[in-house]
Protein backbone atom coordinates (compact mmCIF):
# COMPACT_ATOMS: atom_id res chain seq x y z
CA UNK A 1 0.00 0.00 0.00
CA UNK A 2 2.55 2.57 -0.20
CA UNK A 3 6.16 2.61 -2.04
CA UNK A 4 9.51 1.40 -1.03
CA UNK A 5 12.07 2.02 -3.87
CA UNK A 6 14.12 5.46 -3.61
CA UNK A 7 13.18 6.06 0.15
CA UNK A 8 15.27 6.83 3.01
CA UNK A 9 13.93 6.19 6.57
CA UNK A 10 15.96 8.17 9.62
CA UNK A 11 14.34 8.10 13.07
CA UNK A 12 15.00 11.56 15.34
CA UNK A 13 14.54 11.94 18.88
CA UNK A 14 14.61 15.22 20.30
CA UNK A 15 12.60 14.29 23.13
CA UNK A 16 15.98 12.11 24.06
CA UNK A 17 18.27 15.73 24.18
CA UNK A 18 15.99 17.39 26.58
CA UNK A 19 13.82 19.25 23.84
CA UNK A 20 10.05 19.37 24.71
CA UNK A 21 6.82 20.79 22.99
CA UNK A 22 6.86 23.69 20.84
CA UNK A 23 10.93 22.77 20.70
CA UNK A 24 10.47 19.16 19.30
CA UNK A 25 8.02 21.13 16.64
CA UNK A 26 10.84 23.25 15.23
CA UNK A 27 13.47 20.61 15.02
CA UNK A 28 10.53 18.39 13.27
CA UNK A 29 10.44 21.47 10.96
CA UNK A 30 13.36 22.35 10.51
CA UNK A 31 14.76 18.75 9.85
CA UNK A 32 11.70 18.60 6.95
CA UNK A 33 13.24 21.97 5.43
CA UNK A 34 16.65 20.76 5.01
CA UNK A 35 15.67 17.52 3.30
CA UNK A 36 13.49 18.94 0.98
CA UNK A 37 16.05 21.37 0.03
CA UNK A 38 18.48 18.67 -0.76
CA UNK A 39 19.60 17.30 -4.16
CA UNK A 40 17.24 14.57 -5.85
CA UNK A 41 14.83 14.96 -3.22
CA UNK A 42 11.63 14.31 -4.38
CA UNK A 43 9.51 14.56 -1.02
CA UNK A 44 10.09 14.41 2.62
CA UNK A 45 7.98 13.89 5.66
CA UNK A 46 7.38 12.46 8.83
CA UNK A 47 5.17 9.66 10.76
CA UNK A 48 5.68 9.10 14.62
CA UNK A 49 5.20 5.49 14.00
CA UNK A 50 7.13 3.93 11.39
CA UNK A 51 5.39 1.77 8.50
CA UNK A 52 5.23 -1.97 9.28
CA UNK A 53 7.60 -1.37 12.57
CA UNK A 54 4.97 -3.40 14.88
CA UNK A 55 4.71 0.16 16.84
CA UNK A 56 1.36 1.76 16.48
CA UNK A 57 -0.98 3.99 18.68
CA UNK A 58 -5.16 3.11 18.98
CA UNK A 59 -7.66 5.88 19.45
CA UNK A 60 -11.53 5.51 19.51
CA UNK A 61 -13.93 7.48 17.28
CA UNK A 62 -16.82 9.05 17.11
CA UNK A 63 -18.72 9.15 14.13
CA UNK A 64 -21.96 11.45 13.87
CA UNK A 65 -24.73 9.40 12.41
CA UNK A 66 -23.21 6.39 12.77
CA UNK A 67 -24.75 3.39 14.01
CA UNK A 68 -22.83 0.79 15.84
CA UNK A 69 -22.70 -2.41 14.47
CA UNK A 70 -23.66 -6.01 16.77
CA UNK A 71 -21.26 -5.68 19.40
CA UNK A 72 -19.75 -2.57 19.30
CA UNK A 73 -19.76 -0.08 22.23
CA UNK A 74 -20.24 3.59 20.72
CA UNK A 75 -18.13 4.63 23.36
CA UNK A 76 -14.88 2.16 22.52
CA UNK A 77 -14.39 2.08 18.89
CA UNK A 78 -10.89 1.53 18.23
CA UNK A 79 -8.73 1.95 15.17
CA UNK A 80 -4.92 2.67 13.89
CA UNK A 81 -4.07 6.22 14.60
CA UNK A 82 -0.44 7.79 12.86
CA UNK A 83 1.22 11.48 13.34
CA UNK A 84 2.06 12.20 9.94
CA UNK A 85 4.05 15.51 8.72
CA UNK A 86 2.67 17.27 5.79
CA UNK A 87 2.71 15.92 2.10
CA UNK A 88 3.00 12.38 3.43
CA UNK A 89 1.24 10.63 1.04
CA UNK A 90 3.48 11.98 -1.80
CA UNK A 91 6.56 10.98 0.34
CA UNK A 92 5.13 7.69 0.94
CA UNK A 93 3.59 6.78 -2.18
CA UNK A 94 0.10 6.12 -1.20
CA UNK A 95 -2.85 6.26 -3.41
CA UNK A 96 -5.20 9.18 -2.34
CA UNK A 97 -8.88 8.26 -3.96
CA UNK A 98 -10.19 11.53 -3.08
CA UNK A 99 -9.74 14.56 -1.05
CA UNK A 100 -5.92 15.80 -0.71
CA UNK A 101 -2.90 15.09 0.94
CA UNK A 102 -1.70 17.48 4.50
CA UNK A 103 -0.01 20.69 3.56
CA UNK A 104 2.06 23.07 5.47
CA UNK A 105 -0.80 25.06 5.94
CA UNK A 106 -2.48 22.28 8.48
CA UNK A 107 -1.38 23.79 11.20
CA UNK A 108 -4.49 24.62 13.12
CA UNK A 109 -7.37 23.09 11.91
CA UNK A 110 -8.27 20.23 13.11
CA UNK A 111 -7.68 17.72 9.99
CA UNK A 112 -7.38 13.82 9.15
CA UNK A 113 -7.17 11.53 6.26
CA UNK A 114 -8.68 7.76 6.04
CA UNK A 115 -8.36 4.84 4.52
CA UNK A 116 -10.99 3.05 2.43
CA UNK A 117 -11.48 0.42 5.79
CA UNK A 118 -12.39 3.68 7.91
CA UNK A 119 -14.70 4.51 5.16
CA UNK A 120 -16.61 1.48 4.86
CA UNK A 121 -16.70 1.10 8.43
CA UNK A 122 -17.84 3.77 9.50
CA UNK A 123 -19.88 5.80 5.94
CA UNK A 124 -20.67 2.59 4.16
CA UNK A 125 -17.99 3.26 1.62
CA UNK A 126 -19.40 6.42 0.93
CA UNK A 127 -16.48 9.62 0.18
CA UNK A 128 -15.82 10.65 3.33
CA UNK A 129 -14.23 13.58 2.54
CA UNK A 130 -15.62 16.71 4.10
CA UNK A 131 -17.50 14.98 6.84
CA UNK A 132 -16.59 14.96 10.58
CA UNK A 133 -15.37 12.75 13.13
CA UNK A 134 -13.66 13.09 16.65
CA UNK A 135 -11.41 11.34 19.06
CA UNK A 136 -13.92 10.11 21.36
CA UNK A 137 -17.83 11.27 22.06
CA UNK A 138 -17.62 14.79 22.97
CA UNK A 139 -14.69 15.69 21.80
CA UNK A 140 -13.74 18.39 18.99
CA UNK A 141 -14.51 17.79 15.23
CA UNK A 142 -12.13 16.39 13.05
CA UNK A 143 -12.65 17.43 9.06
CA UNK A 144 -11.74 14.46 7.13
CA UNK A 145 -9.81 15.60 3.96
CA UNK A 146 -8.57 12.93 2.36
CA UNK A 147 -9.15 8.79 1.59
CA UNK A 148 -6.29 6.68 0.83
CA UNK A 149 -6.13 3.24 -0.31
CA UNK A 150 -5.97 0.46 2.49
CA UNK A 151 -2.83 -0.72 3.45
CA UNK A 152 -0.51 -2.83 5.53
CA UNK A 153 -0.41 -1.55 9.02
CA UNK A 154 1.34 -4.34 11.35
CA UNK A 155 2.54 -7.39 8.91
CA UNK A 156 2.86 -7.65 5.18
CA UNK A 157 0.15 -10.97 5.39
CA UNK A 158 -2.82 -9.02 6.91
CA UNK A 159 -5.84 -10.03 5.47
CA UNK A 160 -8.33 -7.77 6.87
CA UNK A 161 -7.66 -4.17 6.65
CA UNK A 162 -7.56 -1.63 9.13
CA UNK A 163 -9.05 1.37 10.48
CA UNK A 164 -6.61 4.23 9.96
CA UNK A 165 -6.85 7.66 10.41
CA UNK A 166 -4.05 9.72 10.02
CA UNK A 167 -3.84 13.65 11.78
CA UNK A 168 -1.03 16.76 11.32
CA UNK A 169 2.05 15.35 13.53
CA UNK A 170 2.72 19.11 13.42
CA UNK A 171 -0.37 20.32 14.92
CA UNK A 172 0.19 18.38 18.21
CA UNK A 173 0.77 20.86 20.98
CA UNK A 174 2.66 17.89 22.94
CA UNK A 175 4.24 16.33 19.96
CA UNK A 176 6.10 12.91 20.27
CA UNK A 177 9.45 12.54 21.23
CA UNK A 178 10.90 11.04 18.66
CA UNK A 179 9.95 10.86 15.05
CA UNK A 180 10.88 8.86 12.00
CA UNK A 181 11.79 11.57 8.30
CA UNK A 182 10.20 9.86 5.48
CA UNK A 183 12.64 11.00 2.51
CA UNK A 184 11.84 10.71 -1.34
CA UNK A 185 14.52 11.02 -3.94
CA UNK A 186 14.13 10.96 -7.68
CA UNK A 187 17.75 8.68 -8.05
Given at each position: GYARDHTLLATIDPGEAGYKGPQITQIYRDALDRAAALS??????LMADRLMSGRFRMSTVAVPGYTPQHGEDPNTLWIVQNLVGPHFLSASGMHLIAGRDFTDLDTTRPVAIVNQAFANHFFA???PVGRSIAWGPGQKPVEVVG??????VFISRENHPQDVALIPLLQQADPPNQATLLIRTDV
Open positions: GVHSASGRNLIADFK
